[in-house]
């Protein structure tokens, strides 16, 4: 190694205080890559889901551009992840979040333009910062109870599974009888795309038990390359086109080779967001929830991260609490308005992050690498548009399968808990509706509280946003009397 090299890697080693944390770079480089191909999944998945939905007036994002879309997605999921090693010497990497992206396209959007929904990402990650540098966000962190916010994640979890196995075809809709869903079409599964997600699911499931490191990626990869045989020898062609709607097709995209690999990423919805039209589309009640409900989830999942992550690399101090905790909350609270600004939604902290601490990864290093390689991906958008809905969503329910472990954590002997949580977690994928599912855990909270004679224990905080979404379940019937 010659001087320069020498000279250059001591650098890099005292500004990440990488040997003060018993790492070295080689294990921080590898670290760093392992983070990235455990999450990159997110490059496809985020357009799948954000396209999934249409706003107040039937438009996709983007028009239904699947690679701007993945290209916007790698790049601020590449820039908030640098700056978080670079600001916080965290080896935590961010991307859109999931179930944060599910909330804005089926609850938020389908009441107000995308660029509205996407000023209301804005707005959150604005007012979560503002909280975050008054020290306020402890004080919002503990006015709801654990175990709710734990029956949230599990919730959200359900949700995604329940998209994935939709957008395969695997479950459908009757349109007859009183069953409203059944597995595939007539009760059994049916055309080509079905098997790619079928073979997709039982590659994810075994890689993943098996430990491959970036399971999913290596997943859908195989999926695809699987589809794209498949439609070259069936011709099965997309589920609707000018011809007609066909049951057995392609759900969003046909897979086929594309005449490119690398192209000019298209950055067209970057700074495609309106920060108040919102308010008059939805109303300000409506508008206040969504923004709470982003908050909240934003609030309590990165928390949560950022302190699985330090437990797993042995960086947390006696009183559990990681490094650079104020700088590290402060990035993520700019990652969600970065996400908001590109209309990629709200990005945050990923516990997939986890995968890279395991490979020996200790300091911020290991982030920039991760970063440096999803900006990287923003250059392969033309392989972006070959991967079928079917190959890509066996990982949404693989992560839905990892977000449901959480429910572990909740206390099923505590009716005054169990209830609520239960609530939370079945409402949100039996009513296609995130907030539901929040609303309706929050407000049997508090009344379990009222009835046991417990009212004085529930926090202030909670007693507010029950109000509001009392008004929020009730806006139809009140919206009609005051007209």
């Avoid at 760093?32 to 706003?55: E, Q, S």
């Avoid at 957008?167 to 098997?195: C, H, K, N, Y």
């Avoid at 949404?396 to 429910?407: A, D, I, N, P, S």
Wanted: charged residues 10%; negative net charge.
């Amino acid at each position: 190694m010659t001087q320069a090299a020498t000279t250059s890697s001591r650098g890099v080693d005292r500004f990440f205080h990488i040997s003060d944390r018993g790492s070295t770079v080689g294990r921080e480089l590898r670290g760093g890559l392992v983070t990235f191909l455990t999450m990159a999944y997110i490059i496809v998945l985020n357009p799948i889901i954000l396209l999934a939905g249409k706003d107040m007036n039937g438009d996709l994002l983007a028009d239904g551009d699947f690679a701007a879309i993945s290209a916007a997605t790698a790049l601020v999921a590449g820039v908030v992840t640098i700056l978080m090693g670079v600001v916080a010497n965290y080896p935590l990497a961010l991307a859109t979040g999931l179930g944060l992206n599910a909330f804005v396209t089926f609850s938020i959007a389908s009441q107000m333009t995308w660029a509205d929904a996407m000023g209301l990402v804005v707005l959150e990650g604005l007012i979560i910062l503002v909280l975050v540098l008054t020290g306020f966000r402890e004080a919002v962190f503990q006015a709801v109870p654990a175990q709710l916010k734990t029956a949230i994640s599990v919730g959200i979890g359900l949700f995604i599974a329940l998209i994935g196995l939709v957008d395969a075809g695997f479950v459908r809709r009757t349109g007859v009888g009183p069953v409203p869903v059944e597995m595939g079409i007539g009760g059994q599964l049916s055309g080509w795309p079905v098997l790619v997600f079928v073979v997709g699911l039982v590659l994810v499931i075994g890689l993943y038990v098996a430990r491959v490191k970036g399971a999913i990626l290596i997943s859908i990869v195989v999926s695809t390359v699987l589809a794209i045989i498949v439609e070259k020898i069936a011709d099965v062609g997309p589920s609707v086109s000018d011809a007609g709607v066909n049951p057995k097709g392609w759900n969003l995209n046909v897979p086929a080779i594309p005449d490119s690999v690398v192209d000019l990423p298209d950055f067209q919805l970057l700074g495609n967001f309106n920060l108040l039209g919102s308010w008059e589309n939805a109303g300000v009640v409506t508008v206040c929830l969504f923004i709470f409900t982003l908050l909240l989830a934003d609030f309590f999942d990165t928390m949560g991260t950022m302190t699985a992550i330090g437990a797993e690399a042995g960086l947390l101090d006696e009183e559990g609490n990681p490094p650079n905790i104020r700088r590290i909350l402060v990035v993520d609270s700019i990652a969600a308005v970065a996400g908001g600004a590109a209309s990629v939604s709200s990005n945050t902290s990923y516990i997939e992050s986890a995968s890279g601490v395991g490979e020996g990864a200790r300091t911020g290093l290991a982030s920039v690498v991760t970063g440096l390689l999803f900006l990287l991906a923003t250059l392969f958008a033309p392989l972006v548009q070959v991967i079928p809905n079917e190959a890509a969503v066996p990982a949404l329910v693989l992560v839905g399968f990892l977000m449901m472990q959480q429910v572990k954590g909740i206390d099923w002997d505590d009716l005054e808990i169990a209830i609520p949580a239960f609530l939370t977690i079945v409402l949100m994928p039996f009513t296609y509706s995130i907030s539901a599912g929040i609303g309706a855990g929050f407000l049997a909270f508090v009344l379990i509280k009222v009835v046991r004679r417990k009212a004085s224990v529930v926090h202030p905080l909670m007693w507010v946003v029950a109000a509001m979404f009392v008004v929020y379940f009730a806006i139809s019937p009140l919206s009609a009397w005051l007209s």
